[in-house]
């Protein structure tokens, strides 16, 4: 099924909805949007679909209540996002989940299936257009390269929180899974002319929200990520001056993520801050017995730190505005300058005049390629791909929920 | 009429007759006099179905609208029906009940919809719309800014 008619299936839907759609165990909803990136430079949006293009996205959520012990949900969405992505269908979560116990004071889940990571104030929630704070999410924390990879995994995850007389919350989640990935990934990961898909390993997560006061959100987030890609990578290595010897090599990508989340809320304005410390590398195996020639080309470090800092101004019930600084650096000296960084400015509006409509614009002013994709972006490639250090970004979205 | 835990909360239901208004009128001035209840002088209401026979404290008021209950005690499924985020209702109930900017309440429910934790809430375009999905829906709870007579819903009156 085509995104046009994904998305003319779940207008349809919209049309039929109303305050009949959740009736006693069953909800459902979900939103549409159409968005228009235009890029200055650089291959963000999509390498064959131009720089710049439309952002179609449609979602539809289910929740059905079995009994106070289980439920089961699932979300759909369709997404149209250049191609550097897969076009299409995709299930976002599906899964049943087991309250273990529900008090005046603290609950406790399961949920088994496809789950939504926790990742940050805004990562299980970022393709919901009411919900992320911009239409671009700020790279630093939430790269359009790993999109999948921090969004959702299958396997089981469980929640615990707590809150007090006074209103305190503390939230905590765990889990277990594999990220699905598809071949989108691989492509940017190595370029558009990679094939194959990444495998992840049974990855960790961890959660951490405490809320002491309705001003005040903290968090913590610590993630495993350990992908591999076999049997797709071949190097052809030249053993004389006219042959050369296939050597085979697996690829290996292994981090381990800590992510802090601060926010402060008050009636007019918000200020958010995130900040992420990324340890680890990339390497190769090869049972070829050229593979010792071949391998220490893939050695790389991934460290990383990056940081984000916003405002958002509630001038008035029906708009905002936001201001944000956004910095990615990766530590290893020997990367080139233009991949070592990624600074942006964005200033942005947001216009709801009803409860169902969204209208929201912004313009980047962006420095360095860091984070675009293909993540090796390595010369003579990067030319082609990502030649610009300073380029620019404007977007703009309609988005309806029902 | 009922007093639980501090603040919270007059409760009782009314029949829609000058008889009950007058009975109720009797017991509210004998409970004047008692001084044992607070007034309710915020001019907001938490109304449920009465069919669904629960007492609620303040607490349970903010986690079951946060949509972390998601069940009444009879086991059957919490459904939350509210008016537009922009209404000034709305507004009201989130900061003086519930602690929270509108704003924050909504990023909260997302959150908990979005990935697949609760039922969610019903938005009613008018109060009269509001009113009466609990007036017809057992599990249902909202909140008004009037008092109503209708021996169908129970109100719990925020102090």
């Known amino acids: 099924m085509t995104v046009s008619r994904c998305l003319l299936l779940i207008s349809l839907l919209s049309l039929g909805t109303g305050i009949a759609r959740a009736e006693q165990q069953f909800s459902w909803g979900g939103f549409l949007s159409a968005a228009y ?103 630093s924390i939430y790269h359009n390269i790993f999109r999948e990879q921090n969004l959702r995994a299958d396997g089981v995850r469980f929640n615990l929180s707590y809150w007090t007389e006074s209103n305190q919350e503390i939230t905590f989640s765990a889990s277990v899974g594999k990220e699905p990935l598809d071949e989108s990934f691989s492509r940017r990961f190595f370029g558009p002319e990679q094939g194959g898909e990444f495998e992840a390993d049974w990855n960790t997560s961890i959660g951490l929200r405490y809320r002491p006061s309705s001003a005040w959100l903290f968090g913590f987030d610590y993630r495993r990520l350990k992908l591999s890609l076999k049997d797709e990578i071949v190097i052809p290595l030249p053993i004389s001056e006219t042959q050369f010897a296939p050597v085979p090599v697996d690829f290996y990508f292994d981090t381990d993520q800590y992510l802090l989340s601060v926010q402060y809320s008050q009636r007019y304005f918000e200020i958010t801050s995130e900040l992420t410390v990324r340890e680890g590398g990339t390497y190769a195996n090869s049972d070829s017995p050229f593979g010792g020639f071949v391998t220490p080309a ?62 929201r614009l912004e313009h980047h002013w962006l420095t360095g390629t860091s984070t675009l994709p293909p993540i090796n972006d390595l010369p003579p490639v990067s030319s082609t791909y990502n030649p610009e250090r300073h380029w620019r970004m404007f977007a703009l979205e309609l988005s309806y929920r029902f | 009429m009922a007093c639980r835990q501090g603040r919270i909360i007059t409760r009782w239901s ?8 007058l009975i109720s009128a009797l017991f509210l001035l004998v409970l004047q006099t008692l001084s044992t209840v607070a007034h309710a002088t915020s001019g907001l209401w938490v109304v449920t179905n009465s069919l669904n026979s629960v007492a609620l404290t303040e607490r349970q008021i903010k986690t079951i609208f946060s949509l972390k209950q998601k069940s009444w005690p009879n086991g059957s499924p919490i459904q939350i029906v509210v008016l537009p985020q922009n209404d000034i209702l709305h507004e009201r109930f989130c900061l003086d009940t519930l602690d929270l900017f509108p704003y924050q309440l909504n990023r909260i429910w997302e959150r908990q919809i979005y990935t697949g934790n609760a039922i969610a809430p019903i938005v009613a375009r008018s109060r009269k719309q509001l009113l009466d999905y609990v007036l017809t829906h057992p599990n249902a709870i909202g909140y008004i800014d009037s008092e109503v007579s209708d021996d169908s819903i129970t109100l719990f009156a925020i102090d």
């Open chain 1, 37 to 139: 990136l235009d890029v200055s430079d650089n291959s963000f949006y999509g390498y064959d679909s131009g720089d710049s293009g439309p952002l179609l996205e449609a979602g539809l959520h289910g929740y059905w209540y079995l009994n106070r012990y289980f439920s089961v949900s699932g979300l759909v969405i369709a997404r149209e996002s250049g191609d550097w992505f897969e076009s299409g269908l995709e299930i976002d979560y599906l899964n049943l989940t087991t309250q273990l116990a529900e008090t005046e004071s603290w609950s406790a889940s399961v949920q088994l299936g496809r789950f939504k990571l926790s990742n940050g104030i805004y990562g299980a929630t970022r393709d919901i257009p009411f919900t992320r704070p911009s239409i671009v999410m700020p790279q």
């Open chain 1, 298 to 359: 893939f050695d790389g470090s991934t460290d990383m730190q990056a940081f984000y800092l916003q405002g958002v101004a509630y001038v008035h019930p029906q708009w905002q505005v936001l201001l944000r600084y956004d910095r990615v650096h990766f530590t290893e000296s020997d990367i080139p300058r233009n991949l070592k960084d990624l600074h942006d400015v964005v200033i942005g509006a947001s216009w709801q005049p009803t409860n169902d409509l969204l209208v």
């Open chain 2, 14 to 21: 009314r029949r829609s007759t000058l008889r009950s208004v």
